[in-house]
């Protein structure tokens, strides 16, 4: 029997087992996901002969009264020609699954899942990341950095700033990036869960810090699989030594590179922030080191829209009232760089 065109392009989303491997994002390993989800597991897109095409990790996030999907990285290809058509019917099947378990929605992915498409009748935002291709000489990767980013590294370097890491700074990077989120308005996690997150991730993590003299200016958590690096959380102390952050990112940039890690990921750039704005200046410093801008979307969709809208609701309230704010995902097209990855 000869397939129809519709049927080449559909893609049928079912529960797979993946045996993670490094060659895969870190975020779709199991002791990761058990972090971040009680329930959780992965999608995979069969094609009509029933071969799986791709996959996605997922985790189910639950408050009081309501259940909501989250991916946790991109759709996995398993081969390079997947089309936009199909990836968009294999997250169109992904919906139906959801309803079927009983998720009243599904919330913006992390920023360290930006999807290339979304399905009928979702929220969308064009969103977009940086990524660094390590797979060259490091001759080659230091040519691309803009020259005000080469100009800052020196000054920290001459200033005697130097790249440090290991679990003996998690304190301090806790708060650090809790105080950074804080001066923009915006809550973190508990330090028990964030203790959870950064164990789940096992050997896969590096906790790395620009130290001056005893001081620590700025810090990264840095998960890493062989697929990816990715510049997770970071904070700095309230006026840094110039360059600090400029010339840790960078150090980050060589150590995994050295490991074999093949991308480093920034983890999130608004597409057209307005001139001027603090995400422009983010957006600029994340493109000063020479990477391509990735552009894709983040999404929600209403599984069960009267639910969904009482959520939306109960956030407002939350969020305008002064009350004790829930660690909870904000609504698509409100994420920002350093917020909820």
Same mark, same amino acid.
């Given at each position: 029997m000869i397939a129809t065109a519709e049927e080449l392009v559909k893609l049928t989303a079912a529960p797979v087992e993946i045996k993670w491997h490094s060659a895969l994002p870190i975020f779709a390993s199991e002791p990761f996901l058990k972090t971040v989800g009680k329930q959780y597991g992965w999608l995979g897109g069969m094609d009509a002969?029933?071969?799986?095409?791709? !996959?996605?990790?997922? !985790?189910?996030?639950?408050?009081?009264? @309501?259940?909501?999907? +989250?991916?946790?990285?991109?759709?996995?290809? @398993?081969?390079?020609d997947l089309s936009l058509e199909e990836e968009e019917s @294999?997250? !169109?099947s992904s919906v139906e699954y959801f309803r079927s378990i009983g998720a009243d929605m599904i919330l913006p992915a992390s920023n360290t899942a930006l999807l290339r498409?979304?399905?009928?009748?979702?929220?969308?935002?064009?969103?977009g990341t940086v990524v660094n291709d390590l797979a060259q000489p490091e001759e080659q990767l230091r040519s691309k950095i803009h020259k005000s980013c080469s100009y800052n590294i020196r000054s920290a370097q001459k200033a005697g700033v130097q790249i440090k890491s290991?679990?003996?700074y998690l304190d301090t990077c806790y708060q650090l990036i809790a105080e950074t989120m804080k001066r923009s308005g915006l809550s973190f996690r508990t330090r028990t869960q964030f203790d959870s997150m950064v164990s789940g991730l096992g050997e896969n993590v590096r906790v790395m810090v620009a130290d001056l003299r005893g001081v620590v200016q700025g810090c990264m958590i840095a998960p890493f699989s062989q697929?990816? !690096?990715y510049s997770w959380y970071c904070g700095t102390k309230v006026a840094p030594a110039r360059g600090s952050m400029h010339l840790l990112h960078w150090e980050a940039m060589r150590q @995994? +590179?050295?490991l074999g890690t093949r991308r480093?990921?920034?983890?999130?750039?608004?597409?057209?922030?307005?001139?001027?704005?603090?995400?422009?200046?983010?957006?600029?410093?994340?493109?000063s080191f020479g990477g391509d801008l990735v552009e894709g979307y983040i999404w929600r969709y209403p599984i069960s829209r009267l639910r969904s809208a009482a959520f939306s609701a109960a956030l407002y309230l939350f969020e305008h009232r002064g009350a004790v704010r829930l660690h909870l995902p904000?609504?698509?097209g409100s994420a920002k760089p350093s917020e909820e990855k």
């Open positions: 002969s029933g071969r799986v095409r791709c !996959a996605i990790p997922y !985790a189910i996030t639950r408050v009081p009264g @309501f259940r909501m999907a +989250r991916f946790r990285v991109e759709t996995m290809a @398993f081969e390079n @294999f997250l !169109a498409t979304f399905p009928p009748g979702t929220t969308a935002s064009p969103y290991g679990p003996e697929h990816t !690096a @995994f +590179r050295e480093f990921n920034f983890t999130g750039v608004r597409i057209n922030p307005e001139k001027g704005s603090k995400q422009d200046g983010i957006r600029n410093f994340k493109l904000r609504r698509a």
